[in-house]
């Protein structure tokens, strides 16, 4: 898969995985993705996304699995992503991420793996 993802996804509100991993996907993570709320799993690992992690993230309250790696993501981690209180899989790594860790990541106490930058 090539170019953007298209702000359309946001009307799949009864997905709940979604894997778009290992393509050739660019751009911006659209703000409709806030939309999808039954989403349990995101991965957009591995692909030429950039911009900020856009807040709407933090609206996918179902989400357990959360792949944003390898990717070309700027700004600081939304601290939205504090809401994310069911999220085991965090993985940011390999982005161009700046600023301090919000504290409300201190909320994901359900957390099991956050891997190292490599």
């Avoid at 946001?10 to 709320?37: A, D, F, M, S, V």
Wanted: aromatic content about 6%; glycine content about 12%.
């Amino acid at each position: 898969l090539t170019g953007p993802i298209p702000k359309e996804i946001g009307q799949l509100t009864g997905l709940w995985w979604l894997h778009l991993n290992n393509n050739r996907l660019t751009g911006p993570i659209p703000t409709e993705i806030g939309q999808l709320t039954e989403l349990g799993e995101l991965n957009l690992g591995n692909n030429s996304l950039a911009g900020p992690i856009p807040t709407e993230i933090g609206q996918l309250t179902e989400l357990r699995d959360l792949e944003l790696n390898d990717n070309s993501f700027t700004g600081p981690i939304p601290a939205h992503i504090g809401n994310l209180t069911k999220l085991q899989r965090l993985y940011l790594y390999n982005n161009s991420l700046a600023g301090p860790i919000p504290t409300e990541m201190g909320r994901l106490t359900e957390l099991e793996w956050l891997p190292p930058p490599q």
